[in-house]
């Protein structure tokens, strides 16, 4: 997920700049820059599904974790979590190129999704996408929060991780609900672009931050903080705290 979420990271870095420095690029520079955002963006829900199904696995059934989460099975679902992202991303490619002119591969764009896929069966089909992915990461997620929380009553369970790994289901629902508005604001930003025509990089340095910037900062942020140590000085510092150092005075001077 890391690596995921840095190549998305770049990748809409590289659209933001090209939108403000060049404008317009070729279509199939802009075929290239788009499907690894879109295939990485798709593949950030997938991957807190499998992350929370092994939480789910290490607290229900522990004495069956090792033999289930091994290294081969995790590469399998690595694959298939990719393969899957993957699938939206190529059905645009092989609909464009049934729909679209030879002529326009060779045109420049402004580099945004509806600019490169102008068909309207790519948004339909995105949409049907978009509801069964998201659907399939939701049930899970709350099926194996709910499955823990339960957990974490019995008697016969560590409270103590099953409390951690409760709460690292809730931190991925957090970031789900972040993701999803990766399909909700595109309507939001038609709305205000179209109020407030004059400030369109505006609206869409804002969207970047919000839709891109804040979901992956969120992570390593909440993950740091629940490390004792890690917490223990960001409580100094933030309370200003910290142990000063105080020079060294030569006790013969």
Known sequence: MVINDAVQLTVAMMLFVVSYVFFKINVSVC????????????????????MAIERYVAICNPLRHSQICTVHRTHILIAVIWAAGALPALTDLFITLA??????????IFCIH???????????????FDILYFSFVSLTIIY??????????????????????????????????????TYVTPLLEVALVGAFSKHVLEIRYAYYLVIYILPRFLSPVVYGVRDDKLRKYLKGYLVCKLLQVRPITDPER
């Open 31 to 50: 075929f290239s820059l788009i499907f690894l955002a879109y295939f990485t963006t798709m593949n950030t829900p997938l991957s807190l599904a499998g």
């Open 99 to 108: 729909t679209e002119p030879v002529d326009f591969f060779h045109s420049s």
């Open 114 to 128: 509806s600019n490169m896929y102008r068909s309207p069966a790519v948004y339909y089909k995105n949409q049907a």
């Open 144 to 181: 194996t929060y709910l499955r823990i929380m339960f957990a974490a009553r019995a008697a016969t369970t560590d409270r103590s991780s099953a409390a951690k790994a409760r709460n690292t289901i809730l931190l991925h629902g957090v970031q789900l609900l972040m993701c999803m508005l």
